[in-house]
């Protein structure tokens, strides 16, 4: 790789470290009756699979805290792998009752709740421990995106905010905007592909499963995406190009009922409020952790030069996304939300 690229430390650097969309569902409330009583057996949901070793990890912690600090009045049967539910099946079959839990990555449901995309947003900030600290449970963003939940019969119980995304490319780096021009870009979400728009490019919405053949298809010149999705799916072997940047970003949340958790009682409000505290904590802590220590490592040894562009690149890139933000804005409708969005993240 080229030793001139990024490398570790600017991985750090950039890092910071060295949504929802109900209406799909064609729902306004929930589909299910809330179990009488409270407690007992309930079925969690994702389509995340244990191969994602930066996220499954704090799934985990969520079941075990969940089950642990009930004092066995819930016991949680998790189903992964989208083998319960798919991707986009996850909220429908939360809200019809088909699971009590949810995992789910806010790329595939902020633009129902715009107010949500602000996480996502292109460099809102380049300081990860500032978007990190801005989902907090029990802080005020994370008040309000329940509050804004609540009407449609979900609650938000905690989650886990990606390093990064970058742009991943095969056949040359991007240093410049100009560089992304006529290139198809794979997004998993609305913002992300704003942001390719922004830039010149032309977003291609697929899953991450769907992104290796269609790169050796030549179908996509590339991938937005944070570098675990790049290592889970194999495609560090694929892609020969990293720019480093905060070209987006989102979270893995935990969702629940908000009639389910209500019928609850306290105990078991209590338990599954500490998993959702344990997801934010220490599922980002190994989230990091195995980004930083396995993840980079692979990609740099499969040789993908990561490149780091120079500050009048990085102005450059700014400038160009400006775009995203007041389309995002005009989507919102309220242009006073819009700003005490933005401001939460830069002042967290």
Not at 82 to 106: K, R, Y
Not at 113 to 128: I, N, Q, S
Not at 176 to 194: F, K, S, T, W
């Amino acid at each position: 790789m080229n030793r001139d690229g990024i490398g570790r430390r600017g991985f750090l650097a950039a890092a910071g470290l060295g949504g929802l969309g109900l209406a799909s569902a064609g729902l306004t409330g929930c589909g299910a009756p809330a179990r009488a009583g409270g407690g007992g057996e309930s079925t969690v949901a994702t389509y995340i699979p244990s191969s994602y070793d930066d996220l499954y990890p704090g799934i985990q912690k969520f079941v075990d805290v969940a089950t642990e600090r009930s004092k066995g009045r819930l016991s949680l049967d998790l189903f992964d792998s989208g083998s319960l539910l798919g991707a986009e099946q996850l909220l429908p079959g939360l809200l019809g009752g088909v699971a009590d839990v949810i995992f789910q990555t806010s790329s595939y449901v902020s633009s129902t709740y715009p107010v949500l995309g602000a996480m996502e947003l292109p460099f809102v900030t380049e300081d990860y421990g500032k978007l990190r600290r801005a989902i907090a449970p029990g802080e005020e963003p994370h008040e309000l995106i329940n509050r804004k939940l609540a009407p449609k019969g979900a609650r938000n119980l905690g989650g886990m905010p990606t390093t990064f995304e970058y742009l991943w490319t095969v056949d040359k780096p991007i240093r410049r905007p100009e560089d992304v021009r006529g290139m198809r870009l794979r997004v998993a979400g609305e913002i992300e592909g704003e942001t390719v728009k922004a830039l010149g490019g032309a977003p291609v919405t697929m899953g991450s499963a769907e992104v290796y053949e269609a790169i050796e298809r030549g179908t996509i010149d590339g991938l937005v995406s944070y570098i675990g999705t790049v290592v889970s799916r194999d495609l560090q072997t694929i892609v020969k190009y990293g720019t480093a940047g905060h070209f987006g970003a989102y979270t893995v949340d935990a969702y629940c009922r908000s009639d389910w958790y209500e019928q609850q009682d306290p105990v078991v409000r209590g338990a599954l409020d500490a998993a959702g505290e344990a997801l934010y904590r220490d599922g980002t802590e190994t989230m990091v952790k195995v980004h930083t220590e396995k993840y980079l490592p692979q990609v740099e040894k499969a040789g993908v030069e990561l490149v780091e562009p120079d500050e009048a690149g990085m102005a450059a890139f700014r400038k160009a996304v400006q775009p995203v933000y007041a389309r995002w804005e005009r989507r919102l409708g309220d242009a006073r939300t819009a700003s005490r969005a933005v401001e939460t993240i830069r002042k967290a």
